[in-house]
Every structure is written in structure tokens, then in C-alpha cells.
């Protein structure tokens, strides 16, 4: 199998050269794709120099919307997605290809204890794999991690739901255990990354309710949906006990709850036929 790297890179002339070198040093990876992201620095000049073939973005589209187009452009079988700011270990490519090739479609670098940027993120990615592991009812050990290797014709089914920005990991995740694809996770230590992050954190905390509101749509709607109709229905009728046996009538207030819980299961409802729509293959 022919194996692709694709590198999205904006700005990391301090770490990229570094990046390419290692992974030509494995000997198993046959092109090195580097997505320059609308860098202002030297970062295609001396991925080129390092030997990858560098695409250019005439400016910043997103780190999603790079490893797009490295999937649009690699030959290989086999994709390796990996970051360019020295955080992966090339060397933990050899045991993503081992997974693929004992028949996985989808393998991920499980960052451990200690690889987190920070405790927030930290405690936010813990959130994201409890509730991916909810809604799939699989074990999500890192929906975030943005190290993986996947074979290439089954992810470019998924290119288009895909989004530009820095959530392609969790939409790609979520995808693949849709469409009833083989997913399996390898341990990984990530060191801190060259360079000034593209992180913010108020655009990281809005990112947080995004990812977790995508998880449901991605999979399974009415999985979410369906707790809180369920809530709401026994509010109600509680609250409708309380005031029959207390007032001898039904209130207003347990109309509302029953509407309320009716609306959000049919809400769900419709949101499912919708995502089963999204994952409707051509012939």
C-alpha cells in the first residue's frame, strides 16, 4: 500500500523542517504532502527544502479546510494526518500502519496522560469522549487527536461534511462509526508544540458547546434529544399529580411541560431521518 503524510501548516517554520526530516528518516512513507495554510513566515520554503510537496492556500482557510485538500491531493492508499509543530513523534506512524493493516479503516494516536495543552482542554476532551462513547456505544479513547491514519477512499466519502476549521477530527470520528467503519486507537505521548498555538480560548470555549452539539448531529439525534423529552414528561406528569391531587386540575404549567417534551422528541426525530439523509450514499 502506498502511504501518504499530509501536514496542514500555518506559520511553523520552527518545527516543520524538523517534522518532514523525521518522518523521511522512517523509510515507510512514500509522499509528504505539506497544506500551507497562508503562512507569512518561511514555513513552505523550507517544507520545500525538506523535501515535501507543498499546496498552497492564498490564505488561511482553516486547519480543516488544509486537511481537505491534502486528502484531495494525496495518491496514497493510506493517509497519515499528523500536525507540523513538532507536537506527533513520526516514529508512531510505524504502529498507525500496523492497525491499518491488520484491516482497521480508521486509526487514531490516543494522546495519554500528560499530552494535554492545558487542563481545560484537558477536561474538555475527557467530556467529548464520555459523550462520543454515549453516543456510538463504542470506547472513544481521543475524538480530538488530530494524529490518525485512514484509508484514503473511505475518508473522501466523508470530505464534504467536514468543516474548515479545527473540529475535523471529532466530524471524521463520528463519521466513521456511522457509517459502521473499523475504528481502533494507539497510545501516543504528544510534547509541547514549536511555536505560538492557534488556539483562543474564548473562541476555544465556543468551540467546546459546537463539538459537543455536533457529536449528537453527526451520529445519533435522537440519542440526545430523547433524554430530555423524557425529562420533561415526567416533570410534567409529576407536576400534574401534584396539582390534581392538591387543586383537582391540570395547569398550565404541565401543558407546557408536555408540549415541551413532545416538541423535543419530534425535534429529534426529524433531526435523525435528516443525518440519515447526510450519510445516504450514491450508486
Same mark, same amino acid.
Given at each position: 500500500?502506498?502511504?501518504?503524510?499530509?501536514?496542514?501548516?500555518?506559520?511553523?517554520?520552527?518545527?516543520?523542517?524538523?517534522?518532514?526530516?523525521?518522518?523521511?528518516?522512517?523509510?515507510?512513507?512514500?509522499?509528504?504532502?505539506?497544506?500551507?495554510?497562508?503562512?507569512?513566515?518561511?514555513?513552505?520554503?523550507?517544507?520545500?527544502?525538506? $523535501? =515535501?510537496?507543498?499546496?498552497?492556500?492564498?490564505? *488561511?482557510? &482553516?486547519? /480543516?479546510? %488544509?486537511? !481537505?485538500?491534502?486528502?484531495?491531493? +494525496?495518491?496514497?492508499?493510506?493517509?497519515?494526518?499528523?500536525?507540523?509543530?513538532?507536537?506527533?513523534?513520526?516514529?508512531?506512524?510505524?504502529?498507525?500502519?500496523?492497525?491499518?493493516?491488520?484491516?482497521?479503516?480508521?486509526?487514531? $494516536? =490516543?494522546?495519554?496522560?500528560?499530552?494535554?495543552? *492545558?487542563? &481545560?482542554? /484537558?477536561? %474538555?476532551? !475527557?467530556?467529548?469522549?464520555?459523550? +462520543?462513547?454515549?453516543?456510538?456505544?463504542?470506547?472513544?479513547?481521543?475524538?480530538?487527536?488530530?494524529?490518525?491514519?485512514?484509508?484514503?477512499?473511505?475518508?473522501?466519502?466523508?470530505?464534504?461534511?467536514?468543516?474548515?476549521?479545527?473540529?475535523?477530527?471529532?466530524?471524521?470520528?463520528?463519521?466513521?462509526?456511522?457509517? /459502521?467503519?473499523?475504528?481502533?486507537?494507539?497510545?501516543?505521548? +504528544?510534547?509541547?508544540?514549536?511555536?505560538?498555538?492557534?488556539?483562543?480560548?474564548?473562541?476555544?470555549?465556543?468551540?467546546?458547546?459546537?463539538?459537543?452539539?455536533?457529536?449528537?448531529?453527526?451520529?445519533?439525534?435522537?440519542?440526545?434529544?430523547?433524554?430530555?423529552?423524557?425529562?420533561?414528561?415526567?416533570?410534567?406528569? /409529576?407536576?400534574?399529580?401534584?396539582?390534581?391531587?392538591?387543586?383537582?386540575?391540570?395547569?398550565?404549567?404541565?401543558?407546557?411541560?408536555?408540549?415541551?417534551?413532545?416538541?423535543?422528541?419530534?425535534?429529534?426525530?426529524?433531526?435523525?431521518?435528516?443525518?440519515?439523509?447526510?450519510?445516504?450514499?450514491?450508486?
Amino acid at each position: 500500500m502506498k502511504i501518504s503524510v499530509v501536514l496542514p501548516a500555518k506559520n511553523e517554520a520552527g518545527a516543520i523542517g524538523d517534522t518532514i526530516l523525521s518522518i523521511i528518516r522512517l523509510n515507510k512513507v512514500d509522499e509528504i504532502i505539506v497544506v500551507n495554510d497562508g503562512s507569512t513566515d518561511k514555513t513552505a520554503n523550507i517544507a520545500e527544502q525538506a $523535501g =515535501a510537496k507543498v499546496i498552497h492556500h492564498p490564505y *488561511s482557510k &482553516g486547519n /480543516g479546510a %488544509a486537511i !481537505k485538500t491534502g486528502a484531495r491531493n +494525496a495518491t496514497g492508499d493510506i493517509i497519515i494526518f499528523m500536525d507540523a509543530d513538532g507536537q506527533h513523534d513520526a516514529n508512531d506512524i510505524k504502529e498507525l500502519i500496523k492497525k491499518i493493516e491488520q484491516g482497521y479503516d480508521l486509526v487514531v $494516536g =490516543a494522546r495519554q496522560k500528560g499530552s494535554q495543552a *492545558s487542563i &481545560g482542554r /484537558g477536561i %474538555a476532551n !475527557k467530556l467529548y469522549n464520555h459523550l +462520543a462513547t454515549y453516543m456510538s456505544d463504542h470506547p472513544v479513547e481521543d475524538l480530538t487527536s488530530g494524529f490518525r491514519a485512514v484509508r484514503a477512499a473511505k475518508f473522501r466519502e466523508f470530505i464534504y461534511l467536514l468543516p474548515n476549521g479545527f473540529s475535523y477530527p471529532t466530524t471524521s470520528t463520528m463519521a466513521f462509526f456511522r457509517a /459502521g467503519y473499523s475504528v481502533s486507537y494507539v497510545p501516543i505521548h +504528544a510534547a509541547k508544540r514549536i511555536g505560538k498555538s492557534h488556539i483562543h480560548p474564548v473562541k476555544d470555549s465556543v468551540r467546546f458547546f459546537i463539538i459537543i452539539f455536533k457529536i449528537a448531529t453527526l451520529y445519533s439525534p435522537l440519542k440526545m434529544f430523547l433524554p430530555f423529552a423524557v425529562l420533561l414528561f415526567l416533570l410534567a406528569t /409529576g407536576w400534574y399529580g401534584y396539582t390534581l391531587y392538591e387543586y383537582q386540575r391540570f395547569t398550565n404549567m404541565s401543558a407546557l411541560l408536555y408540549t415541551g417534551s413532545i416538541m423535543i422528541f419530534l425535534m429529534g426525530l426529524i433531526s435523525e431521518q435528516i443525518t440519515a439523509l447526510m450519510y445516504k450514499k450514491e450508486d
